[in-house]
Nanobody
Framework: QVQLVESGGGLVQAGGSLRLSCAASGRTFSGCTMGWFRRAPGKDRDFVAAINWSTGTTYYADSVKGRFTISRDNAKNTIFLQMNSLKPEDTAVYYC???????????????????WGQGTQVTVSS
């Protein structure tokens, strides 16, 4: 059974940084796409970033390009989201998710993902 456990959230001032981690277990993730999404209060769950587990190819939402970096540690089955220059509008619950292989270019589509973590709260104060 696939398990995804996020950590690293917290409270930070605007302009600060946080690093989220997502420890994945339960299957081989070769060929999968690992994504980060976020849900702000009263809003839909939005795509943040994704990375192909095998190739390392990365994708970002326009709102976080240049500020956030997604990476992976294959040996530890862990993905990371380094968040710099945080803004109050980045406040949300952040989720990691697994998109199984051969689904096409749907990495921005939350309902295409197959497994989800429980989320970690990120709060950015102004």
């Amino acid at each position: 059974q696939v398990q995804l456990v996020e950590s690293g959230g917290g409270l930070v001032q605007a302009g600060g940084s946080l690093r989220l981690s997502c420890a994945a277990s339960g299957r081989t993730f070769s060929g999968c796409t690992m994504g980060w999404f976020r849900r702000a209060p009263g809003k839909d769950r939005d795509f943040v970033a994704a990375i192909n587990w095998s190739t390392g190819t990365t994708y970002y939402a326009d709102s976080v390009k240049g500020r956030f970096t997604i990476s992976r540690d294959n040996a530890k089955n862990t993905i990371f989201l380094q968040m710099n220059s945080l803004k109050p509008e980045d406040t949300a619950v952040y989720y990691c998710a697994v998109l199984l292989p051969f689904k096409g270019r749907v990495y921005e589509t939350s309902y295409a993902y197959d497994y989800w973590g429980q989320g970690t709260q990120v709060t950015v104060s102004s």
